[in-house]
């Protein structure tokens, strides 16, 4: 059978998914024709990779059909989806750093039909498909020699190796400069003229506006609608995403800022990461924030000032006082606070209660000689903060697990609240948090710099990072390299710098 | 708390949830019923002081092997402890007098377990493989130093321990006591001191707890010095009971500590487990020998006996996790 012109290539209809009393998916329907480029718009955790791991085979679906060229499929793990023709590249990679790339690209292959491999024809076909990308990429180096960048085409070229109908790009360009992001569309304009769907997630609103011929929103498991590209525009979008407009989201910022700085770095330099040469200094009252792109050292930085990276030289100031922290138990006894962005492996305890979670910080105010523990200042000092910081829960006995993401957010950051720190770094504030709790804990953010105290919130949110700080700073290879006023916050002068390039008007002035 | 339980056993399959919840406390009852029907000696007093007296020196090393666990570790060496350590003690009561003879054992046994504890928080050699470096060390020492054959106590030290670890108090074994003493010092340590909160958050999540400003290496260390401080004490207890020191002794108590913590409920990722419910698992195993001798059952049956019932505590666990 062949497809006329209205026929739809994918059919995904009233698709709900929830993970135990988590509703991530709520009745969404999802329709791509063959040859359209159809980008899926959401915030984070708004159910867009739920919805495309379960188109994929990773998840399965509570209810919904999903048709493919008219057909209904049930694929029970990504296998099946790939021989259905549904090939997805992640944004994490997952690519086996220790085999070929040629290997990597055919790996779903391998084992699967005959006891020899033809080596040289697997080099040689892999060779081909990444020659025909435009991309320069040796297929019988190693992935682990690469750059992040030739492995993200890598990933992209084993999607395509399969015989492709529904193409999945996750965030593909987030590594990539201008130029490949060029190289990029023109390959996929080349497979939509081939017949291929492409569904295409992306926070770059003028990417999308750029190459998509049709938009399908999510906000908070339902998608909010879809429609022609033409017929909208990136504030439309925006509505359809947050539900409101964009300024809403984000409280207002009226805090007095002090003058003198809270805490200084000077030349911070790592030993075992590529952080080096960071200076920057925090003022009480402000947020300050730091944007980059993944791997520009962002995290490595927060972790070396918090002590759990090796650091090679450098000073730390706190309150106008040199300060070595040589652990983060130097750190937590300074009030240094940090939230990691990987909160359930680094952030917080989940098998254990909220109380028992709060209280890991602040034993020295709540326990007595030899250390025995004073419960009712425990349970003051804990139910204290939960009314404080409004996390959703029937007890302090409840364990972390068992609360949302944007709850559990709330717990960690909530363990230093609990011991008053000065400073507190915060990595990806609300990443796989819902709306609601992102606006609580943007409202939160901002209590707490009005206290006094000096917020260092890093985030790969665009409009997030713009809309909480009170100045940017943008890491590019592992050192700052270019600091935003207010008044230049702009998505473009943020990519600019992190890609370490020059802003347009220092251009024109130079 | 009455009141929850209530709630909780009223509540639709709420009386499946419940047993499922104190499965450990379960099975022990179940066990005990059982053993009163089937025996008439059970419930005699000569078999319960017996079996306390047997259950006391692996329930002390259950307790140092429950706080190794909690962190995500392992102690492989604790019975090989007990033996070089009851050697050690004989040797020691007939050289010096009683006081300082225990206070040097239990010194001891706390350097000999800071070596695995060294090994494993500042070398980061995995639990598993240091543990049972110092196994086959310890057990080696023993020898060498009994040179192969027991020691006897020779001392009025010796008679008076001797004395101790075979008589009562108000008809509780002495040594009962002790080991009593030490599960509820665990208990209050693991609940309502920081050095308990801090191993727990440990082993429910090692890098969270180095990020919380945490002195992981220095609570990694301390547990297994414990451990082997433990060990010591029932290397005391069991060299007492008999009146001599043996390399041969504590043979694969080790595996018995794990099996006992394990019943009572404690994850070997760590983090999860308490103190009572380990003195459970103890009581269960020796149980289970205990009625399997009163039926005149070989050991053989017996070992396999006691690796049903911890297949079936483990199994009962994993429904209370769902």
Redesign the interface.
């Known amino acids: 059978m062949k497809n006329s012109e209205n026929d739809y290539r994918l059919e995904m209809t009233g698709i709900s998914k929830s993970f135990g009393v988590v509703s991530v998916l709520k009745d969404v329907n999802l329709k791509v024709k063959p040859g359209e480029i159809h980008a899926l718009l959401g915030e984070n955790g708004a159910g867009k990779s739920t919805l495309i791991k379960i188109l994929s085979g990773v998840h399965h679906k509570d209810t919904g059909t999903v048709r493919l060229n008219g057909q209904e499929i049930n694929p029970k793990n990504t296998h099946e989806g790939q021989v259905l023709g549904i090939s997805v590249v992640y944004q994490e990679l997952s690519l086996v750093n220790d085999l070929s790339v040629a290997e990597n690209v055919y790996l779903h292959k391998l084992g699967a039909s005959k006891f020899w491999m033809n080596w040289d024809k697997i080099t040689r076909d892999a060779q081909e498909l990444l020659d025909s990308l435009g991309f320069t990429i040796d297929a019988s180096a190693k992935v682990r020699d690469l750059s992040i960048v030739q492995k993200q085409v890598v990933e992209i070229a084993k999607a395509l190796s399969e015989d492709t109908k529904v193409l999945v790009l996750d965030e593909p360009t987030t590594v990539f400069d201008p130029t490949d992001t060029k190289k990029l569309f023109d390959n996929l304009f080349r497979l939509k003229d081939k017949g291929i769907s492409i569904i295409y997630i992306s926070h770059h609103l003028d990417e999308i506006i750029k190459i998509a011929d049709s938009v399908t929103v999510l906000r908070d498991g339902v998608d909010t609608g879809t429609m022609p590209i033409a017929e909208t525009d990136t504030d439309g979008i925006i509505r359809l995403m947050i539900g409101r407009d964009l300024k809403d989201l984000f409280p207002a910022r009226n805090v007095e800022i002090g003058s003198d700085p809270v805490f200084q770095v000077k030349n911070l330099t790592a030993k075992d990461t590529i952080v080096h040469d960071v200076s920057f200094c925090v003022r009480p009252g402000e947020v300050l924030g730091i944007a980059g792109l993944g791997g520009s050292g962002r995290t490595e930085t927060a972790k070396l000032i918090f002590g759990a990276d090796k650091k090679k030289s450098g000073t730390l100031i706190l309150d106008g006082k040199e300060i070595r922290t040589k652990s983060p138990v130097d750190a937590a006894a300074f009030q240094i606070g940090f939230v990691s962005e990987d909160r359930k492996e680094e952030g917080v305890f989940l098998p254990l209660s909220i109380r028992r979670n709060i209280s890991v910080t602040s034993f020295k105010s709540i326990s007595g000689k030899l250390g025995f523990i004073n419960v009712d200042n425990e349970y003051k000092k804990v139910l204290g903060l939960i009314e404080k910081l409004n996390i959703k829960t029937p007890s302090s006995e409840v364990n972390v697990k068992n609360l949302s993401g944007g709850n559990q957010q709330k717990v960690a950051l909530a363990k230093w609240l609990s011991i008053d720190s000065k400073v507190i770094f915060i990595d990806e504030p609300t990443r796989g948090v819902d709306v609601g709790a992102k606006i609580e804990i943007y409202n939160l953010i901002n209590e707490v710099a009005k206290k006094g105290v000096g917020v260092v919130v890093i985030s790969s949110d665009m409009p997030e990072i713009m809309g909480i700080s009170d100045r940017i700073l943008v890491m590019h290879q592992g050192t700052i390299y270019g600091e935003l006023q207010k008044d230049q916050f702009t998505e473009e002068n943020i990519l600019r710098y992190s890609i370490g390039k020059k802003l347009k008007q220092q251009i024109q002035t130079i | 708390m009455a009141l929850a339980l209530k709630e909780q056993l009223s509540s639709p399959g709420g009386i499946l949830k419940f047993l499922v919840k104190y499965n450990t406390v379960f099975i022990f009852l179940l066990l005990v019923i059982f053993s009163a029907l089937i025996s008439d000696v059970f419930f005699t007093s000569a078999n319960i002081t017996n079996l306390l007296k047997q259950v006391s020196g692996i329930g002390i090393i259950s307790i140092g092997m429950l706080i190794v666990i909690l962190t995500g570790g392992i102690d492989l060496s604790v019975g090989s402890l007990v033996a070089l350590l009851a050697v050690t003690f004989a040797i020691l009561v007939n050289l010096v007098v009683l006081p300082l003879a225990i206070l040097l054992t239990i010194i001891i046994g706390f350097s000999l377990g800071s070596i695995s504890g060294y090994l494993v928080a500042y070398q980061k050699m995995a639990p598993f493989v240091a543990t049972l470096a110092l196994m086959t060390i310890a057990r080696g020492l023993g020898f060498i130093y009994s040179k192969g054959s027991p020691v006897t106590f020779k001392t009025a030290g010796g008679v008076f321990m001797s004395d101790f670890a075979n008589n009562s108090t108000l008809g509780v074994p002495n040594i009962a006591i002790v080991f009593f003493l030490i599960v509820i010092a665990a208990m209050v340590m693991l609940r309502?001191?920081?050095?308990g909160?801090?191993i727990?958050?440990i082993g429910?999540?090692e890098?969270?707890?180095?990020?919380?400003?945490?002195?992981v290496n220095k609570y990694k260390f301390l547990v297994y010095a414990i451990s082997g401080a433990l060990a010591a004490t029932a290397a005391i207890i069991v060299a007492s009971r008999t009146n001599l020191g043996s390399p041969n002794m504590g043979m694969s108590w080790e595996l018995d500590a794990i099996a006992a913590v394990v019943i009572g409920g404690a994850s070997l990722n760590g983090?999860?487990g308490t103190a009572i419910n380990t003195l459970m698992g103890v009581l269960i195993l020796g149980l289970i020998s205990n009625i399997l001798n009163l039926l005149n059952v070989p050991s053989y049956p017996q070992q396999v006996v006691k690796g049903a019932i911890i297949i079936f505590a483990v199994l009962l666990q994993r429904f209370e996790s769902k």
Request: cysteine-free.
């Open positions: 309502y001191n920081v050095f909160r801090l727990i958050a429910s999540n890098e969270a707890s180095r990020l919380s400003g945490i002195k983090g999860r």
